[in-house]
């Protein structure tokens, strides 16, 4: 089910991204108790600084676990370009999360083939779409390790 790009589609993208800030605004006032979920998969807010704007930003993002690191997807409902939040990061990699109100330091990096063979299965777990994104898609879609900093 693909309701992530039908709402994109249908809201364009300065209404999606009203909808995302919204998103965004909930989930701090509450500390995480409203926007935790989406699709029953765990969401975080990602803290990145624009590499061309230097502008902060905060995306809500589904997230995994692998040990102490958190795992994030730049499928971009496997669109053929990556996310913004994904070259920030690479920018700047040094950020915060917020997850369930609990504010983290993390350092990004793109996870090795090695790593991303064996996390993918368990994102695709947490998330099914991202199966179906990386089959719409030519572009190898990236993991991403946020380490603690």
Same mark, same amino acid.
């Given at each position: 089910?693909?309701?992530?790009?039908?709402?994109?589609?249908?809201l364009?993208?300065?209404g999606?991204h009203?909808?995302?800030?919204?998103?965004v605004?909930?989930y701090?006032?509450?500390r995480g108790r409203i926007g935790?979920k989406? @699709?029953g998969a765990p969401?975080?807010l990602?803290?990145h600084?624009?590499?061309?704007?230097?502008?902060?930003?905060?995306s809500?993002?589904?997230?995994?676990? $692998?040990?102490?690191n958190?795992i994030?997807?730049?499928?971009?409902?496997g669109?053929?370009r990556?996310p913004h939040?994904?070259?920030?990061?690479?920018a700047?990699?040094?950020t915060?999360v917020?997850?369930?109100g $609990?504010?983290?330091r993390?350092?990004a990096? @793109?996870?090795?083939?090695?790593e991303?063979?064996r996390?993918?299965p368990a994102m695709?777990?947490?998330y099914?779409?991202?199966a $179906?994104?990386?089959?719409?898609?030519?572009? $190898?879609i990236?993991?991403?390790?946020?380490a603690?900093?």
């Amino acid at each position: 089910m693909r309701i992530v790009s039908r709402v994109a589609r249908r809201l364009g993208y300065r209404g999606w991204h009203g909808f995302t800030q919204t998103h965004v605004r909930a989930y701090r006032a509450s500390r995480g108790r409203i926007g935790r979920k989406w @699709q029953g998969a765990p969401v975080l807010l990602l803290d990145h600084v624009g590499r061309k704007s230097g502008k902060r930003m905060t995306s809500p993002l589904i997230y995994g676990e $692998d040990g102490e690191n958190l795992i994030l997807v730049a499928s971009f409902g496997g669109a053929p370009r990556d996310p913004h939040w994904w070259p920030n990061l690479k920018a700047h990699p040094e950020t915060t999360v917020n997850v369930y109100g $609990d504010v983290r330091r993390v350092r990004a990096r @793109q996870a090795t083939p090695e790593e991303k063979a064996r996390i993918w299965p368990a994102m695709v777990e947490v998330y099914a779409p991202y199966a $179906d994104y990386q089959r719409k898609t030519d572009r $190898d879609i990236p993991v991403v390790i946020l380490a603690p900093a």
